[in-house]
């Protein structure tokens, strides 16, 4: 069974950065299409960002492009978000997700919140 664990997140000041990690076990690493949802109170999750599978390709959503950046790391079984230029507006939990090939979403961190103080 698939287990994610993020880390890395905190509260932080609006034009600051953070790096949020997320540790995959449990399956092949490499096999798996990686993704960074966030949910802010009152609203719905959204998806921030995914990285594929096969060949590394990233597609972010247009309020964190430029910004944030995911990157993964098959030999530590990890996929990272690298957060800059936080805005208020980024405060959220975040949550990593991972689908088989480029599946569904079918597996879930237990979120790390984000607090960006303006």
């Known amino acids: 069974q698939v287990q994610l664990v993020e880390s890395g997140g905190g509260l932080v000041q609006a034009g600051g950065s953070l790096r949020l990690s997320c540790a995959f076990s449990g399956r092949t690493f490499s096999n798996y299409g990686m993704g960074w949802f966030r949910q802010a109170p009152g609203k719905e999750r959204e998806l921030v960002g995914r990285?594929?599978?096969?060949?590394?390709?990233?597609y972010y959503a247009d309020d964190v492009k430029g910004r944030f950046i995911m990157s993964r790391d098959n030999a530590k079984n990890t996929v990272y978000l690298q957060m800059n230029s936080l805005k208020f507006e980024d405060t959220a939990v975040y949550y990593c997700?991972?689908?088989?090939?480029?599946?569904?979403?079918?597996?879930w961190g237990q979120g790390t919140q984000v607090t960006v103080s303006s």
């Open positions: 997700a991972a689908s088989v090939r480029e599946g569904p979403y079918n597996y």
């Open positions: 990285i594929s599978w096969s060949d590394g390709n990233t």
